[in-house]
């Protein structure tokens, strides 16, 4: 069973930066697609980047893009989400997870966190 735990929230004014991790136990990280979503209350969750099992490759929403960049250490178990250029609209609490598949992860087949909260103030 693998368990994610995210870390990393906080607030922080516009325009600033935060870096969320997310350490996994459990399993063999090395063989899960990693990604982040984030969530505000009253809607649904959205995806925000994801990470292929090697690093290699990624993918972002067209909101952050350009502005987070998501990694991953295979020998710490653990993702990371540099956040720069804060905006408001950022504001959520953010979710890691880590799925065989993206296909399944993004069906919401997966390990999450509990979420960890990302307040920009304007």
């Known amino acids: 069973q693998v368990q994610v735990v995210e870390s990393g929230g906080g607030l922080v004014q516009a325009g600033g930066s935060l870096r969320l991790s997310c350490a996994a136990s459990?399993?063999?990280?090395?063989?899960?697609?990693m990604a982040w979503f984030r969530q505000v209350a009253g809607k649904e969750r959205e995806f925000v980047a994801r990470t292929s099992r090697s690093g290699g490759v990624t993918y972002y929403a067209d909101s952050v893009k350009g502005r987070f960049t998501i990694s991953r250490d295979n020998t710490k178990n653990t993702v990371y989400l540099q956040m720069n250029s804060l905006k408001p609209e950022d504001t959520a609490v953010y979710y890691c997870?880590?799925?065989?598949?993206?296909?399944?992860?993004?069906?919401?087949?997966?390990?999450w966190g509990q979420g960890t909260q990302v307040t920009v103030s304007s």
């Open positions: 459990g399993g063999s990280f090395s063989t899960y697609v």
């Open positions: 997870a880590a799925g065989v598949t993206w296909d399944r992860l993004s069906g919401g087949a997966g390990y």
